[in-house]
């Protein structure tokens, strides 16, 4: 089974911080895709990384996918209350061509205003 | 596009009591998902369908939980009898290139 792992669990920032939440697994992912969850709603796709090494920008958020394609990190820069929700990471089971995406039980952000 | 739409938003219902969620994928995805969403263990995939067959169905939990894509714009997840510990958020998705989730099903059984 292939797990990933997310941390921290739940962050609660002020406004206008910096943060850095992780996806890690032990295993090899051909690719990893980011989502952000609001409450009451479904996960919504923000990025998906493929090539080890890779950064994506969206805004005022950074993707990067690990060298070993193991792990990936989101970034926010100046956190606004709009960033606030459930950010999920998530990366195809093995076997080619899958569709099936397994999840990691996310990152909780809270951004204080 | 309207999106991925479920139905019923929220239900409560008695232990025992049979429970059928509904699912209209967006119009032209190909494949369909059923994932459920707990505080402990997150988002579980729970089948799969592409071109309304059943591909993997490993993830539902018991006998008590069955699938059905009868078309291409419906599908439904039914729990027979239901349990507390069936309580959760159940989403569909479907896709095409990129997965799309619809809002959710809140079920709670007391």
């Known amino acids: 089974t292939q797990l990933l792992e997310q941390s921290p669990q739940f962050l609660s920032i002020q406004e206008g911080e910096n943060l850095t939440v992780y996806c890690n697994s032990s295993s090899v992912f051909s690719s990893l895709q980011w989502y952000r969850q609001e409450p009451g709603e479904g996960p919504v796709l923000l990025v998906t990384v493929v090539t080890g090494g890779e950064v994506k920008k969206l805004k005022r958020l950074t993707f990067q996918f690990g060298d070993a394609r193991k792990d990936s990190s989101l970034h926010i820069t100046a956190a606004q209350p709009g960033d606030t929700g459930l950010y999920l990471c998530a990366g195809p089971y093995s076997g080619a061509g899958s569709y099936q995406l397994t999840f990691g039980k996310g990152t909780k952000l809270s951004v204080i205003p | 596009d309207a999106g991925v739409i479920q139905s019923p938003r929220h239900e409560v219902t008695e232990m025992g009591q049979e429970v059928t969620l509904r699912c209209k994928p967006i119009?032209?995805?190909?494949?369909l998902f059923w994932y459920r969403q707990t505080m402990m263990r997150g988002l579980e995939l729970l089948i799969y369908f592409n071109n309304n067959v059943p591909i993997d169905d490993s993830g539902m939990p018991e006998d008590r939980f069955s699938a059905k894509m009868p078309n291409a714009s419906f599908s439904t997840l039914k729990i027979q009898p239901s349990e507390p510990r069936d309580s959760a958020v159940y989403f569909c998705a479907s896709r095409s290139v990129s997965i799309y989730f619809g809002e959710g099903s809140w079920l709670t059984v007391v």
């Open positions: 119009s032209g995805h190909n494949s």
